[in-house]
DNA sequence: CAAAAACATGTATATATTTACATATATAAA
DNA sequence: TTTATATATGTAAATATATACATGTTTTTG
């Protein structure tokens, strides 16, 4: 195995919401669960169908202009025990954060070696830029208080831009010291 | 492909550090570098060979005890330049922070889910202890001040340290607000 | 109205990663 | 001194993931 297939969980978590296709899914990474887990639609299609196999989910045709059928699926009752029983499950694992730049950063020895501010710098605009999208996404999600209908939603986002604005706190610390 | 094969350039970069065996690149993942990454030993073997056909690295053999042989790997030159290209390369991505428990509270909509409190308990149980190691880990590299030989290594971990600060700090917050 | 972008669904291939299988020596602890 | 643990090195098999290949429709934009 590479992993508990934690994919299987997003897609009957995501379809507990909602009915999606496949493609819909595959876009549901661009948004806020992107921060925490991504996945191409190579990936998910056939996953879909093992799922549908395993009788987890279910869809019905659906047909977009003249032609063109999309599959929207949904989940079983059986996917919903399946999914609880995931959610109930202890997560008694802490994974690595994979991070390029982090290791690279691991190797670079020196505070004169001249491949650091450059790499500090383009990491700093990065996370600032993906700090600002967050903090957009926040702010179109849940526009004000009393609109945190979704708990798990908003916390994920709240914990997304706490990070990068941590992120992005320390890079800009170094890069004052390393520049002084 | 999954992923441009970031574990031979971390291999590349202890070597760059001293001459390791491949249990000691295994257990390099428990340490510091284990933050940001993780490989078991039925990877590191495979490629510390792949690699040393690729001319990137060599070895020679030591004798521990009587008769048990060592792999004593170090960086050739050939390896040195792929490394330092590689740390030279930008780096535009930032991947996704895979995170089991954070899937998992997505999917959790209401305060009142009566899995959210075990869960948040768990998780800053956990953090909590990470974070207590990995300050252990800096007073005994870093002892003072002036012991940061080690830029890198010093910065990676002061990231982990504030990291799982912030993570623990969210996580009571959140117990607060759901207990109250 | 033409072209570009978004919608929609797959498959194939290569590689990365995890878990399990397998074995042996050296050292520390009971 | 025996036993457990740490050191040390591999392979096999299964699964996950990424990139590339492949195709067609619908909607938006210039």
New binding site residues.
């Given amino acids: ?8 969980y997003i897609i009957l978590g995501l379809l507990s919401e909602k009915k999606l ?4 899914i ?2 549901a990474f661009d948004s806020d669960i992107g921060e925490f887990w ?6 998910i ?2 996953l ?2 093992r799922l549908e196999d395993d009788a987890l989910i279910t869809h019905e045709l659906e047909l ?9 699926y949904s989940i079983t009752s059986a996917g919903k025990t399946v999914l609880r029983e995931w959610l109930s499950e202890p997560t008694p694992e802490i ?1 690595a954060t ?1 991070d390029e730049f982090i290791l690279k950063l691991y190797f670079i020895h020196s505070a004169d070696d001249p491949l650091l501010l450059p790499m500090l710098t383009e990491q700093h605009q990065l996370h600032q830029a993906k700090l600002t999208h967050l903090k957009n996404q926040m702010s179109r999600k849940f526009p004000d208080e009393t609109s945190q209908n979704n708990l798990g939603h908003f916390l994920i986002l709240q914990h997304a831009i706490q990070r990068e604005t941590r992120y992005t706190a320390w890079l800009q610390d170094i890069i004052d010291k390393v520049s002084r």
């Fill in positions: 195995m590479a992993q508990r297939n934690q994919l299987k296709t496949g493609y819909d595959t876009k991504s996945a191409n639609h190579s990936q299609y056939p879909l169908k977009v202009g003249e032609k063109l059928e999309k599959k929207l994974s994979k």
